[in-house]
């Protein structure tokens, strides 16, 4: 294992995960007719090894906990996650079990919360007291967008990479992961095998008329959890949650909006500034989404009558001021 063993009164344990780990292993050996009374993990942070013996009382905690398992699985009700939890940030599903999000439906009452948000609030594990979720810091993301618009090229696929070619003559290689999406312009092929590829990656492929019309989209599964995508028709299809979602949208929009002004513009228009300030603080007032619409689009007329100052001056790789 890369980390530690677990103090225990001045002694090493096994984690609980680790322990069950070993003791399943154990018992898969001895059901292959080896003889396995006890196992070892080293553990390389602190360079030690832990013994784990098979004992009666661990080979009954063990089938304890498979057949909680087993009981979880098969019920239809997702159990109540973790509060507060540290391990949330860097677990693989906690884009299933949406921890913050649950707990905050619970908390709200919200009647059209999903079945686990629903059991989290009948026997909740976390205090009356509502609380936002915590707000994370998304990783920067490396990959980048492959836009191609010129009319007769093709794409296949090669180890691993992308292989953009006009005729015979190789233009380009981009390995998948560095690719975010594929953009297909006008007349520009793609192989099917490039495509699976994509697909099996989740990088989505979208095809455009040469003057930029949208055909459509093709796309991977991308599914994973069933329970979070009914939840999303469900509040689409519920006009006060559907409403409140959108205020929260518009508002994020508008504030960036000024940000990029503040930030980027030569000299920041004072007028727009304030004015994109005060229809956000407007947003969480207005009382349906055509009077959303109509915040959203005064201030997307302040933002783009300002665009042109978030555009600096230069010359292209010919010398041409552009």
């Known amino acids: 294992k890369a980390g530690a063993p677990r103090m225990d009164d001045e002694t090493n344990e096994l984690w609980d995960t680790d322990r069950m780990q070993l003791g399943l292993q154990i018992l898969i050996l001895r059901d292959n007719g ?16 832990v013994r784990q013996a098979m004992t009666p009382e661990v080979e009954s905690w063990i089938d304890g906990k498979i057949a909680e398992a087993r009981a979880v699985a098969s019920s239809p009700t997702i159990p109540p996650p973790l509060v507060d939890s540290p391990k949330c940030v860097r677990c693989s599903l906690a884009p299933v079990c949406l921890p913050d999000e649950t707990r905050m439906l619970s908390e709200d009452g919200e009647p059209g919360a999903p079945p686990s948000a629903r059991a989290a609030a009948s026997r909740s594990l976390a205090p009356p007291v509502c609380r936002p979720p915590r707000r994370l810091i998304a990783a920067r993301d490396d990959e980048r967008a492959l836009y191609l618009n010129t009319q007769g090229f093709r794409v296949g696929l090669k180890s691993e990479r992308l292989v953009v070619k006009d005729g015979e003559s ?4 981009v390995r998948l992961m560095d690719v975010s999406h594929v953009a297909l312009f006008g007349n520009v092929q793609i192989s099917t095998q490039a495509i699976q590829e994509l697909c099996e990656h989740e990088i989505p492929v979208a095809y455009f008329s040469q003057g930029g019309w949208f055909y459509g989209l ?3 599964h991308g599914l994973k959890n069933v329970h979070t995508r009914i939840q999303q028709f469900a509040t689409a299809s519920n006009p006060r949650r559907c409403l409140e979602v959108a205020q929260r949208m518009v508002r994020a929009k508008i504030r960036n ?3 990029m002004l503040m930030r980027l513009h030569t000299e920041p228009p004072a007028g727009a500034v304030a004015g994109l300030k005060d229809i956000a603080l407007s947003v969480p007032d207005a009382p349906g989404l055509s009077e959303l619409l109509g915040l959203e689009g005064a201030a997307a007329a302040l933002y783009f009558q300002n665009f042109s100052g978030l555009i600096k001056a230069g010359e292209d790789e010919d010398g041409d001021e552009i």
């Open 34 to 49: 080896y003889t396995c009374d006890d196992g070892v993990i080293y553990y390389r942070a602190t360079k030690q090894r």
């Open 170 to 173: 190789k233009i380009d290689e």
């Open 218 to 220: 093709t796309r991977g």
């Open 257 to 259: 909006h000024r940000t």
